[in-house]
């Protein structure tokens, strides 16, 4: 009669065997568990933690473990407070030799919209400008409610996000000058929809307005949107994506509203603008400050 053979037990995972090689007794522990992915570190290795942030008040707090050569799993906890300009805020912070297990990351202070916050983390070996990067762990948007983590969370750029819904109360121009707004920096606009709204003086003149959309020097888009504007009226122009032209001119109180449609996607970059031009426009013809809503990227 033949033996039985009992199944050979399966050998272990390159990635086990090596953390065993490192880290003598780690698995022996019970209150230590491996992340499937752990990231190998030195002494003069770094977490550096790059913010770009558009909302005042924001900690972006960065949590984790590090396993050290003696099998001991420490926390660690790393706040940092950005710029809310849209500019690129980015701190390094030290790290000992061993294993980083695993990283979460989330707001606090405020409370960000998917989209107005963006982190990176990445393990880089030295500090400052001479520091080089190994690897990068996370990038993506976080809120206070919705953390980000390492293992799990997919690296993303920040245009790759929906972006968020901003509605801005611009600003209003000199009596007799026109209306022009910019893209701030390490910012990407769609346009979505606009409130213009001109107080034409007692002067007698047939104004005409157009709205210029100009990007990298260029004008895409240009709305014609009135031709027979007279002397002490209000005249209101609202844009807005998917509208029909529609002018009432029924109204007594001389506020004559237009609605106007805009006909394609406008995606303006940081630096690019729009413009009114008014023809015939008078010193004592007033824009009132435009309100429009746009969709905004962080872009850097």
């Not at 000199?174 to 929809?193: F, H, N």
């Amino acid at each position: 009669m033949a033996e039985s053979s009992t199944p050979a037990a399966p050998s272990a995972s390159p990635v086990v065997t090596a953390l065993q090689n490192a880290l003598p007794g780690i698995f022996g522990r019970a209150n230590v568990v491996i992340s499937p992915y752990p990231f190998a570190t030195q002494d003069d290795d770094r977490l550096r933690i790059t913010v770009v942030n558009a909302l005042p008040g924001v900690t972006v707090n960065v949590h984790g473990r590090l396993v050290t050569r003696k099998g001991e799993a420490k926390p660690f906890r790393y706040p940092m407070t950005p710029a809310s300009d849209r500019s690129v805020s980015s701190t390094d912070f030290p790290l000992s030799g061993g294993f980083v297990s695993n990283l979460t990351a989330f707001a606090s202070g405020a409370t960000p919209t998917i989209g107005q916050t963006f982190v990176i983390v990445q393990i880089v070996r030295g500090a400052g400008a001479a520091a080089f990067i190994l690897g990068t762990l996370l990038a993506n948007a976080v809120t206070a409610s919705q953390p980000i983590g390492w293992p799990g969370t997919p690296i993303v750029n920040s245009i790759d996000t929906d972006g968020y819904i901003r509605t801005i109360h611009g600003t209003q121009p000199a009596s007799g000058s026109e209306i022009k707004e910019t893209v701030p920096a390490g910012a990407r606009w769609e346009v979505l929809s606009m409130n213009l709204t001109m107080t034409l003086s007692a002067i007698p003149a047939d104004r005409k307005f157009q709205l210029f959309f100009r990007s990298a020097g260029f004008v895409p888009c240009v709305n014609t949107f009135f031709t027979d504007a007279t002397a002490s009226e209000i005249h209101n122009f609202l844009f807005s994506r998917g509208v029909t032209y529609l002018n009432d001119r029924q109204q007594s109180n001389g506020h004559w509203p237009t609605y106007l449609p805009i006909a394609f996607p406008v995606f303006l970059s940081a630096g690019d603008d729009f413009e009114t031009l008014t023809d015939l426009i008078q010193n004592g013809d007033q824009w009132a400050a435009p309100t429009y809503q746009v969709r905004e990227w962080l872009d850097f």
